[in-house]
């Protein structure tokens, strides 16, 4: 972790017209979400962001160790009051961003899946999801299969991924059946996406702050302005989430 550190501080990002760039921790399920927002985001500020992506929990670690970043968006809200009251965060930058939406994907154009019920299937071999203690959206994959009565009957099938992210590829490389995953990953995808009704679940609210040793404050703010008041928001909106009410300035 060290190591990877030392690394990260001495690759830091800078833009094109030299201003410093910003290092974001973004969990995994931003990760085309993000393509959008760097792209927005540079556009408006000549600011480079750089993504660093990984499960929730393993970015909280990261950061707890030291990880050089200057912003954390995470998929849940949990993870970043905990970095809160430890006063790793800067005081009050944390905000919700944006609500996920959960998923059932199924990418083999099939009838046999059509809703959460028939993952009970014998058809049905292997559902894939990120592990529940690392990321919010496998905690909401196994809440919502509980909910459903489904739990018993799917244990045996599932397969676990470090992040949900990880989980999407054992349904691209068509080694899963049915993936749970973030709907943002998927929207653009082929076969069968079913969204998972809030109420199945908890909501995932996620929330994002800025980390109390980033070196480029500025920066970090003109990016959560940008997430939370601006063009982001829209960003978020177009790419599969749900946003919270505009919090004020």
Known sequence: MLILALLAASCRPES?????G???????????VAQVLGREFEAETRIHPTFSFA????????????APFDVFLAADAA??????????????SSAIYASGILA???PSRTDVIRRMEDLARPEVQVIAMAKP?????GQAAVESLHHA??????QSKIVYAENVN????YGTSRNADAVFVAYSLVLKESGTVIQIGETEHQPIAQKLGIVSTSTNLPGARKFVEFALHGKGRDVFRNNGYRLPALAAK
């Open 16 to 20: 094109d017209a030299g201003h410093p």
């Open 22 to 32: 910003i290092t974001i921790a973004a969990a995994a399920n931003l990760t085309e």
């Open 55 to 66: 499960s929730t929990a393993q970015l909280t670690s990261q950061i707890e160790n030291g």
């Open 79 to 92: 993870h970043v009051d905990e970095l809160d009251r430890k006063s790793l965060l800067v005081a009050g």
């Open 104 to 106: 059932l994907w199924v």
């Open 133 to 137: 203690e690392l990321a919010p959206y």
């Open 149 to 154: 009565g489904l739990w018993d009957a799917v």
């Open 166 to 169: 990880a989980a999407k590829q």
